[in-house]
């Protein structure tokens, strides 16, 4: 059965996210549009976490290792409350608490990141803690696809199936591109699949803007007991806006006036038709 | 006058068996190895706490971000790995996930300065200061001894934080009496001068010793502070000390650039105390080849480097 609402709340992060670039003058738009409804699901389904639970040592972890796409995020903690509205305002502006990267200051964000390759090592070692304090929350890391890349990624990898550590979830948001075109044109990751198997995930393939499959397969970790599992989110990059998507130069673009209204009457009509 | 020093044990020796002790009581605290655990000293650790030790293989850059991880879950975590590779490889992970994420992680960076002496510059961290003090949210200390040692790791134990904790290799000779003479973040007053003040951090504070005891031989008096900790940096008593002297000299196992004696000198400069100041450190440029003592020797971090430095500040 469809969860309707999921599907209104990506339309909703969709736009806040326009909203908050449009204000900041900045932002990782394409990035952000892509892995919109992976956060969606993870925050409104899966996820343990809430505002007055941040410190409760039970809680899910969540750590954006793609830290480009902190408006997504930020659209997010702001609707579930985790984030004061104002700040969304203000993002990355002269005195504002908020930088265009996550950051810790603002109490939903698990670690501070925004450096690439960083945020796997980073859930490795929360998923070892909870394996030792035998607590059953797991970790959930979302990666961009450029950011595979980075070696670090590959040494967390290698430690995430060395400790074999079934309460790591890794998510790649695969949408094929980064700022300067192709993945596979820039450093190609194919076959990336038999690669993190390889590296000894369980891997999972899905549609990555698919709110359903999303829910579905994230319900269904551990794939596999005793291994990290790994989604393989196929996206679209600047997904629900007609003229960003799959285009590079939409990587950090920011909508004029003319195109945040277009983006607006998109985002009605689909609004519309569900 | 200076009296001779008791040898103490080598400082990680020290430290492991600090760390086993307080192990036993305290299933939180936990030690990462870049296979390291021998160099570390904590192969003993790893055998009496084998859930207390993870080994990542040697990925320096995993290491710290691993350990970042367990800190921010409430583990008091000692990331240990030679300081050439954790200041170097892993400053980016120090960086964000330690320092800017405020994940209180214990660095413990070994054999550092040029303790591999003949291994070469790969090898040598005498980068590891400057790089580090330009990191904020960063405690920044290089224990001389084993007291010095215990009170930084106790430190931290207290109140568990970013910290970078520098050691080096060789077998120090005990500065202090107990650990009580130390108080973290504060200069260790070891002599009182009135012509020159010697200023020396971690294994450097020996030649320093030796060089203020040739000094007060030729009838020069020299004071002589040992700073166990750069951040927190005691500036009141080195302004207290230069204050009271004719001429200050630093001794560092580190390049001249943004180390001690730098720390020093725009100190002493912004205070307008302006003293004549001599900064023993490495020069910027290719060091030749020698193990720590001989490299000590060649570019005058010595007692006789202090005695020409002297003659020539008090001319």
């Not at chain 2, 020159?196 to 002589?224: K, V």
């Not at chain 2, 490495?282 to 003592?293: A, C, K, M, R």
Request: hydrophobic residues 40%; charged residues 20%; proline residues 4%.
């Amino acid at each position: 059965m469809s969860d309707q609402e999921l599907k209104e709340k990506s339309i909703f992060y969709r736009e806040l996210t326009l909203k908050i670039i449009t204000a900041a003058n900045a932002g990782h738009t394409g990035g952000d549009l892509s892995c919109i409804d992976i956060l969606n699901v993870l925050y409104n389904r899966i996820l343990n976490v809430a505002p007055d639970r941040m410190n409760d040592p039970n809680r899910d972890r969540y750590v954006q290792s793609k830290g480009h796409a902190a408006e997504a995020l930020y659209a997010i903690l702001t609707e579930r409350g985790f984030m004061p509205e104002s700040w969304s305002e203000r993002v990355g502006l002269y005195l504002s608490p908020v930088a265009g990267h996550p950051t810790r200051k603002i109490a939903g964000v698990e670690q501070s990141t925004g450096a690439l390759g960083h945020g796997l090592s980073i859930a490795v070692g929360m998923a070892i803690a909870g394996k030792l304090d035998n607590r059953n929350y797991r970790v959930f890391c979302l990666m961009g696809d450029g950011e595979l890349a980075e070696g670090s990624i590959w040494e967390a990898s290698m430690a995430a199936a060395h400790y074999q550590l079934d309460n790591l979830i890794a998510i790649v948001d695969r949408n094929r591109l980064q700022i300067s075109g192709s993945t596979e044109d820039v450093m190609s990751l194919e076959p990336l699949k038999e690669k993190f198997e390889a590296f000894g995930f369980s891997v999972r393939e899905v549609d990555g803007n698919d709110t359903d499959a999303l829910l579905a397969v994230f319900q269904a970790v551990p794939f596999e007991k005793g291994k990290p599992s790994l989604v393989l989110a196929n996206t679209i990059k600047g997904k629900g806006i007609s003229y960003m998507e799959n285009q590079a130069k939409w990587h950090h673009g920011v909508p004029s006036e003319d195109q945040l209204q277009q983006a607006l009457r998109e985002f009605k009509a689909e609004r519309e038709a569900l | 006058m200076l009296p001779p020093l008791k040898k103490g044990l080598p400082n990680l020796e020290y430290m492991a068996q600090i760390l086993i002790n307080r192990a036993k009581d305290d299933p939180n605290l936990m030690i990462v190895t870049s296979d390291s655990r021998g160099s570390g000293r904590v192969t003993g650790f790893s055998e009496q706490f084998p859930q207390q030790l993870i080994e990542v293989g040697i990925a320096e850059q995993n290491s710290v971000g691993i350990s970042a991880g367990l800190a921010s879950c409430g583990k008091k975590v000692f990331t240990i790995s030679p300081g050439s590779f954790l200041s170097a490889r892993s400053f980016e992970q120090v960086k964000n996930d330690v320092a800017y994420s405020n994940n209180p992680v214990a660095l413990l960076g070994i054999s550092s300065g040029v303790s591999y002496g003949g291994l070469g510059a790969t090898h040598h961290s005498i980068h590891d200061i400057a790089a580090l003090m330009a990191v904020p949210n960063l405690d920044l200390c290089i224990p001389a001894d084993n007291f010095e040692t215990e009170t930084v790791l106790e430190s931290y134990l207290q109140y568990p934080r970013p910290m970078y904790i520098r050691f080096g290799k060789k077998t120090m000779p005990l500065f202090y009496s107990s650990a009580n003479e130390v108080t973290f973040g504060k200069a260790g007053i070891l002599h009182q001068g009135s012509d020159i003040l010697i200023i020396a951090c971690g294994e450097a504070l020996q030649p320093a010793y030796e060089g203020a005891a040739a000094l007060e031989a030729e009838g020069i008096s020299a004071g002589l502070i040992s700073l166990h900790s750069l951040r927190p940096f005691d500036k009141t008593t080195i302004l207290d000390m230069a204050a009271s002297a004719k001429a200050v000299i630093t001794l560092e196992e580190h390049s001249i650039y943004g180390g001690l004696g730098s720390i020093v000198a725009s100190l002493l400069m912004e205070r307008r105390l302006f003293r004549p100041i001599k900064i023993l450190a490495f020069p910027n440029e290719d060091l030749v080849t020698g193990s720590q003592t001989d490299l000590f020797d060649h570019y005058g971090i010595s007692a006789s480097g202090i005695t020409a430095a002297a003659a020539e500040l008090l001319r």
